[in-house]
């Protein structure tokens, strides 16, 4: 009896958890007016000034979006900074997305966001509807991700900005030569063409997939929206030709208070507290490599990891958000022969972990 007991307990265990619904992702939720939050690790916002919109916050980065007898709307959901670092500073940023857009007017799809100090409202646009923004004589043109893009730079007087209704700032655009709805935006390299050309980025506020309508009505459906940041940087070349030594951080010697192993999202090492960290003997024959670290943080904050050559920090690694991404140090100068690589956190504030899978040198 106790062994039919105990087969009957297994069996309703097993219907019972295949009815509960998936606890990693938020449940889809639809609002209709003015709102910012953060949903399943991405931060959104839908803004207009008048007019009927709803919006579908669905898993990960993905939404949904309609809108009619608007003056201006926009729909988006991306990764919000706290305008203490530059791009540079945060790492290389990325978009794949892919959209059902349908547009009846005047209408952008883009990624789209602020830079502060300066004050600056940045487009990149894929897509649009009737009309071609911005309206403007063209910079010059940039080659990247498989297209062509126009470069535009407008000035914005007495308007609304996240730093007030009535302010003046540079609005800098990237706009494709040719429509499409699917792909990747290698967001940094805009940004740094931009710079080349004189437009300056200050400090990072926000970076989202974007659908805007201004005076217009129309739907669109953002099926997939992957924001990465810190991954390679070279806009869709090749890692350059050499050797490499990679080196897994569940291999490497732990340390600190509480740093432990992980299987989620990846075989690797977690850093919860300042201190904590991995580190190993690396045999150098010469003085300059680049450092390449596969990591994540456990929410949508940022996480950072020091790099640590013979006690020396020389460079951190930050990662926005969940997903898994590489980030980057190039040409980091240190010492020859035996050296100790230690991967160390010392900035947690309580509000992240980090997540650590492989540390690749060049």
């Known amino acids: 009896m106790k062994q039919k007991r105990i087969r009957l307990f297994l069996s309703i265990l097993i219907c019972f958890s295949l009815i509960l619904p998936a606890v990693n992702a938020q449940a889809a939720t639809t609002i209709t007016s003015n709102q ?24 990960g980065g993905a939404f949904s979006a309609q809108w009619s007898n608007i003056g201006n709307a926009l729909f988006r959901k991306g990764k919000k900074f706290d305008e203490t670092k530059t791009h540079q500073q945060i790492g290389n940023i990325s978009v794949n997305y892919s959209a059902n857009y349908q547009p009846n007017g005047n209408s952008y799809l883009c990624v789209y966001g602020w830079a502060v100090n300066p004050l600056v409202e940045y487009y990149i646009v894929d897509s649009w509807g009737s009309w071609r923004p911005p309206g403007a004589t063209s910079k010059g043109t940039f080659t990247v991700d498989g297209g062509t893009y126009d470069i535009y730079e407008t000035t914005r007087v007495d308007q609304p900005s996240i730093k007030g209704d009535k302010t003046t700032f540079q609005q800098y655009w990237s706009v494709r030569t040719s429509k499409r709805t699917s792909g990747t935006i290698s967001v940094s390299e805009h940004f740094k063409k931009w710079e080349s050309m004189g437009m300056k980025m200050g400090k990072m506020y926000e970076t989202s997939l974007t659908v805007e309508g201004y005076q217009s009505s129309g739907s669109a459906n953002v099926t997939s929206n992957t924001i990465t940041i810190g991954g390679s940087s070279d806009g869709g070349t090749t890692t350059p030709p050499g050797t490499s030594t990679k080196i897994e951080a569940e291999s490497m010697t732990k340390s600190g208070q509480h740093t432990s192993n992980i299987s989620s999202p990846f075989n690797g090492v977690a850093l919860y507290s300042n201190n904590d960290s991995v580190k190993y003997t690396q045999n150098f024959t010469s003085g300059t490599h680049s450092f390449s670290l596969r990591g994540a943080s456990n929410n949508s904050n940022m996480a950072k990891v020091d790099l640590k050559i013979g006690g020396q920090t020389k460079g951190s690694f930050y990662f926005g958000g969940s997903n898994p991404a590489v980030y980057t140090l190039n040409n980091v100068s240190h010492g020859t022969g035996n050296q100790e690589i230690e991967l160390v956190v010392t900035a947690d504030d309580g509000t992240w972990d980090a997540y650590v899978d492989y540390l690749e040198i060049n």
């Open 36 to 59: 910012t939050g953060t949903h399943d690790n991405y931060y959104y916002e839908l803004w207009k000034d008048s007019g009927n919109t709803s919006m579908t916050l669905n898993s």
